[in-house]
DNA sequence: ACCTGAACACCGTTCAAGT
DNA sequence: ACCTGAACACCGTTCAAGT
């Protein structure tokens, strides 16, 4: 010790270079989030954690929303990532690789609300602005719709437009999703949550299965 | 002619009396949101749109979040009273009452998506700051649920836990609505957003049927 | 009762300036 | 390259003051 007593230089935490800052405004951006709520999210204050001047962010986010919406891809990479690691877990039968994709979206949501919020902020939702967070969602899209095509294959689920299933199931694990997130609804725990939403996702399979 | 002249006297646009303008902010507040979103609602410039002082709105609510709860408050009456209309028309049939219900929860959000934001929002969801609000949605959620009794009581939906069956009704005509409302969907028009609500209701009864 | 105006502590964003 | 400090036009909220 002694040597690195001067904080100033050095890879000291008040110190950032090649994008760490980036990364730490993300990361305590969300914090916030978490903390207190969507319109409790202020560059101001996310400098002030990370422990630069206000002005510093604009060095690597155009504005508020480019932050936003850095939050909500990371938050969407890690959606999908955690879909199909809970459709792998979950073997090789397609009607469970299906629900496990399902019921890893709510439980996402629920471990993980401060990006659930995010991510489908309208705000950061025009592909025009924000083509990578489109990217991100169409990504998940492609999961979940593969799984049901794979189901429509094995012959567990009709033959149908698989657009049409796709939306069906994602409105079903979104809204309930929502509803935890916003909090509509009475608090669960974490296995009360995942049971809710296998016996939800078993129903929907039960209304559009072959025969 | 010539008799009213004055805008500054009588009944005009601009004065306000016997909580005429608790109305006024609560409608401009409803415009600011459809027009810019909910982070572009400001009690600053609702008070500018109403023509008045942006402390006057202060007579009327506690905190710009009061005035937030009011709205949500008058757009949950209106989806309680659209459901309980739409049942009406569709006659009956406990099974057509039910589909009737889910639909026009996703018609509503539709055509009222600043009512809708606003009326989930986690800043208004508080039962012990806002039992209006959360005493409304209960009635929401009993009306869906009884139309659910009903299949039940007819044998058109198999006995099952009735709060079961109306979570999941719930959570997917809000998650269609959610999708829609924070533009995760491409625009469709209101005959097609209609049929895809009734594919999708019909699916969850196949789903929950008696035998 | 209802409204106003000034004031305070915050925002997002820009820009000249520093290393 | 990256960060700072002052500045501008906004917020929400409070309070003494006016009719």
Redesign the pocket.
């Given at each position: 010790m002694g040597k690195d007593d001067d904080g100033k230089h050095g890879t000291g935490r008040d110190?950032?270079?090649?994008?760490d800052?980036r990364r730490a405004l993300i990361h305590a951006g969300l914090q916030l989030v978490a903390e207190r709520g969507i319109e409790g999210?202020?560059?101001?204050?996310v400098a002030r954690r990370v422990g630069?001047?206000?002005?510093?962010p604009?060095?690597?986010f155009?504005?508020?929303?480019a932050i936003v919406a850095a939050m909500a891809r990371d938050g969407l990479d890690m959606l999908n990532a955690q879909m199909e690691e809970a459709m792998d877990a979950a073997g090789e039968d397609p009607l469970q690789r299906y629900q496990a994709s399902g019921v890893s979206y709510v439980m996402f949501a629920y471990r993980h609300p401060a990006y659930f919020r995010v991510m489908f902020l309208p705000a950061v939702s025009d592909r025009e602005v924000y083509p990578e967070v489109a990217t991100a969602k169409e990504a998940g899209y492609t999961v979940l719709r593969e799984a049901i095509v794979a189901c429509m294959d094995a012959g567990v689920l009709r033959r149908a437009d698989p657009a049409e299933l796709t939306m069906l199931s994602w409105s079903l694990v979104h809204g309930l999703a929502c509803l935890y997130v916003d909090g509509q609804l009475e608090d669960a725990d974490e296995a009360a949550v995942r049971e809710r939403a296998r016996r939800m996702t078993f129903h929907l399979w039960r209304g559009t299965r072959n025969a």
């Amino acid at each position: 010790m002694g040597k690195d007593d001067d904080g100033k230089h050095g890879t000291g935490r008040d110190s950032y270079h090649h994008g760490d800052l980036r990364r730490a405004l993300i990361h305590a951006g969300l914090q916030l989030v978490a903390e207190r709520g969507i319109e409790g999210l202020t560059i101001r204050e996310v400098a002030r954690r990370v422990g630069v001047t206000h002005t510093a962010p604009y060095r690597h986010f155009d504005d508020k929303m480019a932050i936003v919406a850095a939050m909500a891809r990371d938050g969407l990479d890690m959606l999908n990532a955690q879909m199909e690691e809970a459709m792998d877990a979950a073997g090789e039968d397609p009607l469970q690789r299906y629900q496990a994709s399902g019921v890893s979206y709510v439980m996402f949501a629920y471990r993980h609300p401060a990006y659930f919020r995010v991510m489908f902020l309208p705000a950061v939702s025009d592909r025009e602005v924000y083509p990578e967070v489109a990217t991100a969602k169409e990504a998940g899209y492609t999961v979940l719709r593969e799984a049901i095509v794979a189901c429509m294959d094995a012959g567990v689920l009709r033959r149908a437009d698989p657009a049409e299933l796709t939306m069906l199931s994602w409105s079903l694990v979104h809204g309930l999703a929502c509803l935890y997130v916003d909090g509509q609804l009475e608090d669960a725990d974490e296995a009360a949550v995942r049971e809710r939403a296998r016996r939800m996702t078993f129903h929907l399979w039960r209304g559009t299965r072959n025969a």
